[in-house]
């Protein structure tokens, strides 16, 4: 190691958040005593303007070549600081932040002393890391003016209008015959005498797409095929009937692919019946004027959400109370029942409750664990349901029973997911880089979000989302290039067997294999999550900010003392660090035996980092990632899976307790569920 690395180690008391638990001059003063720590300063709002000047000062005075910032969750201000390392002439990649806050001070609030020592112990992991870090570099891609927008829905309209109001090109590519998506399916939209037909909403902005000289439309039309990345899209597209196909060079993409109700399977005689309909099918009955004689109706929302499985469809209240209205406009003497286990209803749609029960719309709540029952009496239909609010049971005739179920997303998800490297959720919908930070953005640079195909919206919030993907779309192209993250891997050439397995396992097909076997890595293409270098046979496979070296010089430090009251834990960067920060902010008080170590990814981590936390006596060792199925690094958590259960084999022939080496997935938002799991660990391990 070279004698000229000066770490400088700052540490923030974020007000009284971290020092009012953590003794932070006690925790500088032992930075000062680590090997290659030139400087440690205290500040007291270390992302303050202020702050972040004194920070540049004190590295260029101290000649501090590489930087420690600990203080809060590097989800959030690790970019700033990288920013600011950058100012004071230093690579941005020779930072490592440590969190103190989310993982010390708000988890330990009770325990100031053992929080104090657990803040010592993370900083020493930093310290250890950073002076392993090498210089790196962001990768500049070229962009142009080429915008591709998957969907012709009311989103992806508005989102090629957007682009091309900016005097970028969009390429508008819908699979229906006809621009419009799930309004073409709708009769009107909004309540009483606010409502409108969706067919004149759609006519008017498919006019206004169609005559735009920087939008192309392809209708009836599927992307076939889809390589390349930001800024150098090639795009092969198949138009239906014809067979005829087309070619796009493209540099960003919008995702615009909508959603589509989850159909009922034997449930209320849906499917049984064909007076039993969804609220989508009721929908298209009255665009048609085929309603029918009817004289009792009855809706039943909640069908398959707010459950187990998933949570408010959000928009169903709204269009039950919509249809309910426009059916009673119809059909004056029909006696129409919505039965609900809660009306979810914002702004203009209380009003609108309102409207429908002074047209004698009905409102009945049943109770979250007793839902209505459907059953035939000879040519009728009838609903059993027990009223909440008057305590009994009651059973009414139906013609009609309207089902409000729940959601997903359209059908072309899976393809679009495959094509373009992005995540889902369970039920199709694609999943945000970031809840907060980054909610229009896929991980995938040069890739936007837009309406429904995130999650169930309302038509204005839709249209909304969609213009805002195309302003995210519209940064890169604007300025002609995007600067992508340095955080890739790079192979070793001369200790490769040729093996392909890295080019074989990549989610990204960023590892490419030459005639001669040759495996290169195209780093505009790789997301650095190093599934590649942790299921390298020769260990010649390293991710830049995450080396092997590097990573075992933390694992290293953290069991320098006491080793076997400690666990070990490596988070992946995403989700299961979102779930730490959740902890933390929501204040939830666990055990302080664990040190986390942050991965990219969950699938980063190898056998030999497990092993090597075990042989250095650690009490456990704990895995987490992304809840399954998703992942921000598409199967990044099921190769962890994977290996973990690998580990445990390798772990007990080599005479480690295997039941030590946890694995969770965690959700970002799942703060319980890691500080459960800490507290179980603790108990289990007998700590």
């Not at 053992?114 to 002076?131: P, R």
């Not at 759609?202 to 095929?225: D, M, N, W, Y």
């Not at 009728?380 to 139906?398: I, N, T």
Request: hydrophobic residues 40%; proline residues 4%; aromatic residues 6%.
């Amino acid at each position: 190691m070279s004698a000229d690395i000066r770490i400088g180690v700052f540490v923030c008391d974020c007000g009284t958040n971290i020092a009012g638990v953590v003794n932070v001059p006690e925790v500088v003063a032992f930075a000062k005593t680590l090997r290659h720590v030139a400087w440690a300063d205290e500040g007291k709002w270390s992302c303050s303007v202020d702050y972040l000047k004194r920070m540049q000062d004190l590295i260029k005075e101290h000649r501090i070549n590489r930087v420690v910032v600990a203080s809060c969750t590097p989800r959030t201000h690790e970019p700033l600081f990288k920013r600011n390392t950058r100012e004071a002439g230093v690579n941005p990649y020779l930072l490592e932040f440590v969190s103190i806050r989310e993982q010390v001070s708000w988890v330990h609030m009770r325990e100031p002393r053992v929080a104090t020592e657990k803040a010592k112990d993370l900083v020493k992991m930093g310290v250890a890391k950073a002076a392993l870090l090498e210089a790196g570099d962001e990768i500049r891609l070229p962009v142009k003016t080429d915008c591709l927008i998957i969907g012709g829905g009311m989103a992806g309209m508005n989102a090629a209008l957007s682009v091309a109001a900016q005097g970028f090109n969009a390429f508008i590519v819908e699979k229906e015959p006809r621009l419009g998506g799930l309004l073409n399916t709708l009769c009107f939209l909004s309540h009483g005498h606010h409502r409108r037909p969706a067919a004149q909403i759609v006519e008017a902005k498919a006019a206004q797409v169609l005559a735009h000289p920087k939008i192309k439309v392809f209708t009836g039309t599927r992307i076939e095929s889809m390589q390349g990345y930001i800024g150098n899209y090639h795009v092969a597209l198949r138009t239906d009937g014809n067979g005829t196909g087309a070619f796009l060079d493209i540099s960003t993409v919008i995702v615009a692919t909508g959603m589509q109700e989850i159909e009922p399977v034997r449930q209320f005689e849906y499917g049984n019946d064909p007076r039993v309909k969804t609220q989508l099918q009721l929908e298209a009955a009255l665009r048609s004027k085929q309603l029918g004689s009817v004289s009792s109706v009855v809706m039943i929302n909640c069908v398959n959400s707010k459950n187990d499985s998933r949570g408010c469809c959000t928009v169903g209240c709204h269009v039950a109370v919509k249809n309910a209205i426009a059916v009673k406009t119809l059909r004056k003497d029909a006696d129409i029942i919505i039965l609900y286990r809660d009306m979810s209803l914002v702004r203009e749609e209380g009003a609108a409750q309102q409207q429908a029960k002074q047209l004698g719309v009905k409102f009945l709540r049943f109770p979250d664990n007793r839902y209505p029952e459907v059953r035939k009496d000879g040519d009728r239909l009838r609903v059993r349901v027990y009223d909440l609010l008057a305590g009994k049971e009651f059973e009414v005739p139906a013609d009609l029973i309207v089902l409000t179920t729940a959601l997903r997303g359209n059908e072309s998800v899976e393809q679009v997911k495959d094509l373009l490297k992005v995540s889902t959720n369970p039920d199709g919908f694609f999943q945000e880089a970031h809840v907060k930070l980054a909610p229009l953005e896929f991980a995938t640079h040069g890739v936007s979000l837009g309406g429904c195909a995130k999650a169930p919206m309302f038509l204005k919030e839709s249209c909304e989302a969609g213009i805002g993907a195309a302003m995210k779309a519209s940064i890169p192209m604007k300025n002609g290039y995007i600067e992508a993250e340095g955080i890739v891997a790079d192979i070793d050439l001369t200790q490769c067997s040729q093996c392909g397995l890295c080019s074989q396992r990549c989610p990204y097909r960023a590892i490419r294999v030459d005639a001669e076997d040759h495996p290169a890595v195209i780093q505009a293409l790789c997301k650095g999550c190093g599934l590649c270098a942790a299921d390298c046979p020769n260990e010649c496979i390293s991710i830049v900010h995450y080396t092997d070296e590097q990573v075992l010089a933390q694992v290293a430090a953290a069991l320098e003392e006491n080793p076997g009251q400690k666990i070990i834990a490596f988070i992946c960067h995403w989700c299961a660090l979102g779930g730490v920060d959740m902890a933390g902010v929501s204040r939830l008080q666990y055990p302080a035996h664990a040190r986390l170590i942050r991965v990219m990814c969950s699938a980063r981590v190898s056998i030999k980092m497990m092993r090597r936390a075990f042989e250095g006596g650690a009490a456990g060792v704990l895995v987490a990632g992304c809840e399954f199925p998703t992942c921000h690094y598409i199967q990044g958590n099921y190769a962890a899976e994977t290996r973990v259960k690998r580990a445990r084999k390798k772990l007990a022939k080599a005479g480690y307790d295997p039941a030590k080496l946890w694995n969770i997935w965690c959700s970002a938002a799942d703060g319980p569920k890691f500080a459960d799991t800490m507290r179980t660990m603790v108990k289990e391990l007998g700590l």
